[in-house]
């Protein structure tokens, strides 16, 4: 059993020919980035963060969002842990670093 570790990478270039786990990986952090209501024919895909709310609850809240979400849309992908990390500068730009431990299941790809 591999785990993996995927943070949300804003601005990377896709590689529309990765195939295998690479897609997967590539799958996961494309998920991370994008926000909800972003498709027009797919709203719910995508991520809803936590708008101006550093607490503790809205990190939870999130960090359970990050695991349905994966495990829904990537079926191959079985969610490890979800780690948050904000500091100064996040809070005030309304971002959220994320960083997701996954497993894939070999046999599903």
Known sequence: ???????????TTIDY?????????????????????SYP?????????PIDDPSELAKNEW???????LERNIPEVSVQEV???QDESDLLNGR???TVKVVIEIDTI
């Open 63 to 69: 960090s359970a969002q990050v695991i349905e979400k």
């Open 96 to 98: 959220i670093r994320t």
């Open 1 to 11: 059993m591999t785990v993996y570790q995927i943070s949300s990478s804003e601005g």
């Open 41 to 49: 024919m797919h709203r719910e895909f995508g991520m809803d963060p």
């Open 17 to 37: 020919g990765a195939t295998g786990v690479a897609a997967i990986l590539q799958s996961i952090s494309f998920l991370l980035d994008t926000l909800v209501d």
């Open 83 to 85: 780690l948050v990390d």
